[in-house]
């Protein structure tokens, strides 16, 4: 079955820009969708059909989907944007990455 | 705002039915996203348990498939999970969400959330 591979864990310093991947096979053929999730919060949704933002979310976060590698990229990082980061697509059956905490410095 | 909020026992022991609530606010249930549950062991990442359409259809998580049931009843803007001879690995946070579906690109994700409730399944 499809599997999508997130690194466990990505540092920035805060203004510096934090990109998270999410890797699968062809996944370029897939929508790719974002989570956030704060300790102890639900996840919320920052980025749909591989680029789209929902109402709300900062334009300092962006996503881009090439090849076999999908990737989460958020400028101008700040202490509030540490979190869980979970990238979803469907294959059959919704599927989520493992999750790539993100620690700002 | 949609707003989602499940409900039910916290606690159950091992070979029990796990039974939650999602009571849904603000939007119709029979209206056109389908809704759906996600859970998530302490510590661990995000697992799709199952959804429910509008019309309700339903699809599940083929691990849990035997022992899971989703259902809806609109007339309270309520669905409901059941999921039957729990363990300890079925113990988790359990979030329902609205489904946003679009069967002909394949795109399926989740817009809005529940604040989540823990289930512990313990002896």
């Known amino acids: 079955s499809y599997v999508v591979t997130q690194p466990p864990s990505v540092s920035v310093a805060p203004g510096k820009t934090a990109r998270i991947t999410c890797d699968g096979d062809?996944?370029?053929?897939?929508?790719v969708h974002w989570y956030q999730q704060k300790p102890g919060q639900a996840p919320v949704l920052v980025i749909y059909y591989d680029y789209e933002r929902p109402s709300g979310i900062p334009e300092r976060f962006s996503g881009s989907n090439s090849g076999n590698t999908a990737t989460l990229t958020i400028t101008r990082v700040e202490a509030g944007d540490e979190a869980d980061y979970y990238c979803q697509v469907w294959d059959s059956k919704l599927i989520f990455g493992g999750g790539t905490r993100l620690t700002v410095l | 705002q949609v707003h989602l909020q499940e409900s039910g026992p916290g606690l159950l022991k091992p070979s029990e039915t796990l039974s939650l609530t999602c009571s849904v606010s603000?939007?119709?249930?029979?209206?056109?996203?389908?809704w759906g549950w996600v859970r998530q062991p302490p510590g661990k990442g995000l697992d799709w348990v199952g959804s429910?359409?509008?019309?309700?259809?339903?699809f599940y998580n083929p691990s849990l498939q035997r022992r899971v049931t989703i259902s809806a009843d609109t007339a309270k803007n309520q669905f409901s999970l059941r999921l039957t001879s729990v363990t300890a690995a079925d113990s988790a946070v359990y979030y329902c969400?609205?489904?946003?579906?679009?069967?002909?690109?394949?795109?399926?994700?989740?817009?809005?959330w529940g604040q989540g409730a823990l289930v512990t399944v313990s002896s």
């Open positions: 062809n996944i370029v053929t897939k929508s």
């Open positions: 429910i359409s509008p019309s309700g259809d339903t």
């Open positions: 969400a609205r489904l946003r579906v679009v069967v002909k690109t394949a795109n399926y994700y989740f817009d809005f």
């Open positions: 603000n939007y119709s249930i029979s209206s056109d996203y389908s």
